[in-house]
Each structure stands twice: as C-alpha cells, then as structure tokens.
T-cell receptor, first 112, second 112 residues
Framework: NAGVTQTPKFQVLKTGQSMTLQCAQD?????MYWYRQDPGMGLRLIYY???????DKGEVPNGYNVSRLNKREFSLRLESAAPSQTSVYFC???????????FGPGTRLTVL | QKEVEQNSGPLSVPEGAIASLNCTYS??????FFWYRQYSGKSPELIMS????GDKEDGRFTAQLNKASQYVSLLIRDSQPSDSATYLC????????????FGTGTLLAVQP
C-alpha cells in the first residue's frame, strides 16, 4: 500500500515550457486535491476533484489545468510555465466522508 | 474569506516540557479540525483529528476544541527534539465540500 505517490520529485522548467505533474493513490479514495506551498503562504488549493469525473477550481487555479483520469489518478498540467509557479506541489486524497486528507511526497518545481 | 490563523513562531521549548500550539478559525460552520506535522522538506503528516468540543488524547498529543470560541489547540507533552517541525492547523470549510483550509503553520523548536 503506497498511499499517495507523485512524479516527478524535482523539475526545472524554462519560462513557457509545459509539463504535467502526476498523482496516484491506492486507498480507493473518492476525493483528490492539488495544493501549492510557498514560504509564508501555507498550503493553497489549486484544484480538487470530489469524485471521479468531476473537477473544481480552488483558491489559485490560474495557469493550471487538471484531469481526473480515473479514481486513482489526478494530474496537474502547467501549459505555459511562469516563474511565479515556482513552488512545492502536493497532491492529497481523502475518502470523501471524513475530511481527513493524506498527502503525497511533493514535487519541487523551479521555473527559470 | 474563510481564514485559519496560527502564530508562525518559532516556538522554542526545552526537551521534556509541554508545547502548546494554538489556532483560531473564522467559519462557524466548520465541523472537522486537524493537526498536521511537517518536517522541513517533507509532506504534511496527519497527527490528530477532532470533531467535537473538548479534549482528545493520543499518546503524547492532546487536541483541544472550543467551537464557541472558534479555537483549537495541540498540546505535546514530554517534548522531544524529534518533535521539532512545523505544525499546520486545518479546518474544513463548513460548506458542501470536504475542502480544508490550512493555517500557515507554527514552527516548533525543541531544545535538547
């Protein structure tokens, strides 16, 4: 039981490049979330998916898109990366009943 | 704007002492409350959840909730250097979704 996994662990992009961050969970959870964490800003919700087939914007969705590929996988795409998107990105999942979220190990992204 | 407030610290306590971490929240509709621990460079890890007024104990950790005062706290007894980390308070948004709102965290430093 791996819990929540994320790939890649580290990534460096140039401004304007695109990339997709992958997240998968093996806990049969209904809900999945993407956060970014910046110094002094705490965890901010980018997008979430309450169940397979649905996605909704969070607090800071601009510049990002998501896909809930199936119940296990939830990906985050940066279409044209900007230096302001330099951050640590965390994926989390939750049963949909208890509100308890479990986090993946994170992706450290630098945009030059 | 729903908010969760924490003192950023650092909170410095000697080894063996009780560490007291505090959190206030703005949404009276919130029903679920969580404490996460985050070591530097790592992902948030759930320590405690609490849903009703009063105290909830788990080993050296006690969570306290006072919904009337919109206040939740975490006590760590017999603090150890390994407890040194950032502690994040999270509160559900009180709406129809299971989204969590995170505080910016309190840095705890336990001095040997």
């Amino acid at each position: 039981n791996a819990g929540v996994t994320q790939t890649p662990k580290f990534q460096v992009l140039k401004t304007g490049q695109s990339m997709t961050l992958q997240c998968a969970q093996d806990m049969n959870h209904n809900s999945m979330y993407w956060y970014r964490q910046d110094p002094g800003m705490g965890l901010r919700l980018i997008y979430y998916s309450a169940s397979e087939g649905t996605t909704d914007k969070g607090e800071v969705p601009n510049g990002y898109n998501v896909s809930r590929l199936n119940k296990r996988e939830f990906s985050l795409r940066l279409e044209s990366a900007a230096p302001s998107q330099t951050s640590v990105y965390f994926c989390a999942s939750e049963t949909g009943v208890t509100d308890t979220q479990y986090f993946g190990p994170g992706t450290r992204l630098t945009v030059l | 704007q729903k908010e969760v407030e924490q003192n950023s610290g650092p909170l410095s306590v000697p080894e063996g002492a009780i560490a007291s971490l505090n959190c206030t929240y703005s949404d009276r509709g919130s029903q679920s409350f969580f404490w996460y621990r985050q070591y530097s460079g790592k992902s948030p890890e759930l320590i405690m959840s609490i849903y009703s007024n009063g105290d909830k104990e788990d080993g050296r950790f006690t969570a306290q909730l006072n919904k009337a005062s919109q206040y939740v706290s975490l006590l760590i007894r017999d603090s150890q250097p390994s407890d040194s980390a950032t502690y994040l308070c999270a509160v559900n948004d009180g709406g129809a979704t299971n989204k969590l709102i995170f505080g910016t965290g309190t840095l705890l430093a336990v001095q040997p």
